[in-house]
């Protein structure tokens, strides 16, 4: 476990400001990130990863892959490289892998590895340790691996992969890209075609980046939903990727600058891949002044700046439909909500009750610890918003659960509320955005 996690406990404290000023660049998108160092480490040659996200996180994959002896190494021009070997060529690692608080990293390893004759220990701090795995191991079972977990199917667990793996074809029971990856990677090293069937889409970034790698992919939409196939043991061929800024890193950045009076911000270089623009287009549809610019492609993906000046927001239905475009950005929507004329009610977030904590209690306890009505379901909550009384919020101390977005999300409230607003911990900010106090507070935050 990192340094940073075992230590004690970290406050932080945010108070109201003027006008958040300045252009900036989020850290690097963490699902592209991710994939890169996977990506790489089965294909066949050097890839190169610029703009990697430099996060616990993503180390920690990083870490993975050089143990599974696939070595990722980051140059001193601030290059990462990946030494690739082959979609058969992952080796049993000499120590146990640790992924810290990464859902995504443990998840998609899974699937890397589960196809492959070899045995590996997978770890994780606390929080992860929490969440269920057998969403994963139920579907890597068909093809042949074997797992041994802690009780409940949680970490730590023993993945013993495949001799002779065979191809599975698996409809997601819930909509989740994480599930989607784990399979299609397995599918990679082994025989035939695997396919996955998602009734609701979810992020395609896995789809989009196996393609540039040379993966033999199809897509197609049918009746009964998106059908995702690949052919496997063909080899991949290593890339030059450029990831760019992450749309969930942005979004607090953003809300804050919507939220605090005053505000004229450009956030450079975001992804703007379709699955992940939920959050955008409900802040606009609450009233929010959101221009894209500079609109280009880069690595396969569409990105672009946003501009984003202080709004009068009010109160909407955000439908079940959009949650899985925007599943990580609902606590720092609520905290929108909480200053938006009118209740916004937000719908289909079961997901949120296996998140790093239950986040939908979660965010429902910060919010009403600083002054916000609230009312929620097995999976849905609405917040009544104070529109122009919102400046009376705050004065809590909000539980973290060890959730880095739980923690962001109320610091940003803070910087729009009467009183200050506290957070019991904030070390966990570091798995996904280690510099964000100081990027705030550059552009004018108080968050100490």
Not at 50 to 74: H, P, Q
Not at 89 to 113: E, H, I, Q
Not at 261 to 287: A, C, F, H, K
Not at 398 to 414: C, K, N
């Amino acid at each position: 476990m990192s340094q940073n996690i075992a230590a004690e406990p970290l406050p932080l404290a945010s108070r109201q400001v003027q006008g958040l000023k300045g252009r900036i660049r989020v850290p690097g998108d963490k699902s592209m990130s991710h994939r890169a160092l996977m990506f790489g480490a089965v294909a066949i040659g050097e890839t190169t990863i610029r703009g990697l996200l430099e996060a616990e996180d993503v180390i920690n994959t990083a870490k993975a892959m050089s143990a599974l002896g696939a070595a990722a190494k980051r140059g001193a021009d601030g290059v990462w490289r990946v030494q690739g070997v082959g979609v058969a060529g992952l080796r049993s690692p000499a120590v146990p892998l640790d992924f810290g608080n990464s859902g995504t990293g443990v998840r998609l390893a899974m699937g890397l590895m589960a196809t492959t004759p070899l045995t590996a220990r997978c770890v994780g701090d606390a929080s992860l340790s929490k969440r269920p795995m057998g969403r994963v191991t139920v579907p890597l079972s068909e093809f042949g691996a074997r797992f041994e977990t802690a009780e409940g199917g949680r970490l730590p667990l023993t993945l013993h992969g495949a001799k002779h793996a065979v191809p599975v074809t698996y409809r997601l029971p819930v909509a989740s890209a994480q599930v989607k990856s784990a399979v299609l990677l397995a599918g990679l090293n082994t025989p035939g075609q695997t396919t996955v069937i998602e009734p609701t889409p979810t992020r395609d970034h896995t789809e989009r980046m196996l393609k540039g790698f040379g993966a033999r992919i199809s897509v197609e939409q049918k009746d009964d939903g998106r059908h995702i196939s690949i052919e496997g043991q063909h080899e991949l061929q290593a890339q030059a990727i450029d990831v760019p800024g992450d749309p969930s890193s942005a979004a607090f950045p953003m809300v804050a600058a919507l939220i605090t009076e005053g505000s004229d911000i450009v956030i450079e270089n975001i992804m703007l891949n379709p699955t992940r623009t939920g959050l955008i287009d409900t802040l606009i549809e609450m009233g929010g002044d959101i221009t894209i610019e500079n609109r280009r492609l880069a690595g396969g993906e569409e990105v672009g700046d946003l501009h984003v000046r202080a709004s009068k927001l009010r109160g909407i239905t955000v439908p079940a439909a959009r949650a899985p475009s925007m599943i990580d950005e609902y606590p720092v929507l609520s905290v929108a909500a909480a200053f938006a004329d009118g209740t916004t009610r937000m719908e289909g977030l079961e997901e949120l009750r296996v998140k790093e904590s239950d986040r939908l209690a979660a965010v429902e306890a910060g919010l009403k610890a600083n002054g916000v009505t609230t009312r929620s379901g097995r999976d849905w909550l609405e917040v009544d918003g104070g529109g122009a009384q919102g400046s009376k919020l705050g004065g809590g101390t909000v539980v973290t659960h060890m959730d880095h977005r739980i923690a962001m999300s109320f610091l940003v409230m803070g910087l729009a509320s009467a009183k200050e607003t506290r957070v019991d911990d904030s070390r966990f900010i570091a798995t996904s955005f280690p510099d964000f106090t100081g990027l705030m507070n550059g552009m004018g935050a108080r968050i100490s």
